[in-house]
């Protein structure tokens, strides 16, 4: 009876391993398609939970209408904004994509008095033979803008693609964030209860998300933006069209640390230049040399701070892995994969310690120098 009871035991451990492994799987595929509002729900009521708790606080502590009125005032202060911004960008980006290569040929064509090809055969002579002819270099610049101009255009026109699913898709997502407001810790609780870790591992891996997402948003959002807004004041001044299109533009660039607002602004200064606008362009070349392109080195350290505790070529992998698997919401989710995968490797280096090898340092002595002890 003893042995039939323990066969029982493992029996019934067995299937129900098996069913919930089937089960969750099922539920997998059901909500598969969902994924994507549900986690980008999760994520912004994680960024947004201490304006949600201020509120909720003011409120006397009633979860649902905090919840509710914090969705308000977020629609309120960014999504309105942010849409009506949107719309100018847009708007601006179809004009460049359609008048991108008449206005080249018009300003840099063969009527210009500036002739791209011989100027740089005169400062290249050893690239004579290689240098593109100037109709060559007008049709080049000319699809460099369109393609720059389309590129947007084809984003917006994939989000909104299907106006029932986009609205579908945006009803899950607010309404994940109202759940994940008003019951979020809760949900929290009951996935750490299933996980057989010990409290501090899951308060670490909780500790790494929220880290990381606090530092990529801070890190990449925040620094893009005020990038974007600096340099597409500065195009405006310089009277570059479309400077709200560049700047948005040198946003969507900035995951790509550095030289991203080179990218765009470098080829503008030049433009300045060819066409006689030697003022506009040496104020343009000093704003952004000195201030655009800079203010990723000074203020990055100081938002992210501690937050990432990532290798910059790990944030980077991350970041673009996330935006091909993802889409947009893989700027953030990428690097919390990254970070989720370092923060499990210590783990699992602090379970197994007693049984794995210890670290020999890989630098080599000199022979007749003493090891350190």
Known sequence: MEHAGISGKKFRAAFVLILVVAVSALFLAVTWPFLKPLLLGALLAGLFRPPYQWVTRRLGDRRSLGAVVTLLILFILVVGPISVFLGVVVQQALNISDQAIPWVRQHLGSASTFNAHDWLVQKFPALADHVP?????????????????????AVASRMTAG??????DLFIMIYAMFSFFKDGEKILEQIFYYIPLSHEDEALMLQRFSSITRATVKGTLVVGIIQ??????????????????????????????????????????????????????????????????????????????????????????????????????????????????????????????????????????????????
């Open 133 to 153: 002819s100037q109709e060559e270099l007008v049709q080049n610049v000319g699809a460099a803008a369109k393609g720059a101009g389309a590129l947007l255009v």
């Open 228 to 373: 974007g807004t600096l340099a597409g004041i500065a195009f405006w001044v310089a009277g570059i069209g479309g400077a709200a299109f560049w700047g948005t533009l040198m946003t969507i660039l900035s995951i790509v640390p550095g030289i991203a607002a080179a990218l765009i602004w470098v080829p503008a200064v030049i433009y300045l230049f060819i066409t006689g606008q030697v003022l506009a362009g040496t104020l343009l070349l000093g704003w952004c040399a000195a201030v655009v392109g800079t203010i990723d080195n000074i203020l990055r350290p100081v938002l992210v701070g501690k937050d990432a505790r990532m290798p910059d070529l790990l944030i980077l992998v991350g970041t673009l892995g996330g935006l091909f698997l993802f889409g947009p919401i893989g700027f953030i989710v990428g690097p919390i994969v990254c970070g989720l995968f370092l923060t499990v490797w210590t783990i699992y280096g602090a379970t197994f310690k007693a049984v794995l090898p210890p670290v020999k340092s890989l630098r080599t002595t000199d022979a007749n120098e003493p090891e350190a002890p």
């Open 163 to 168: 106006t029932a699913a986009f609205l579908l």
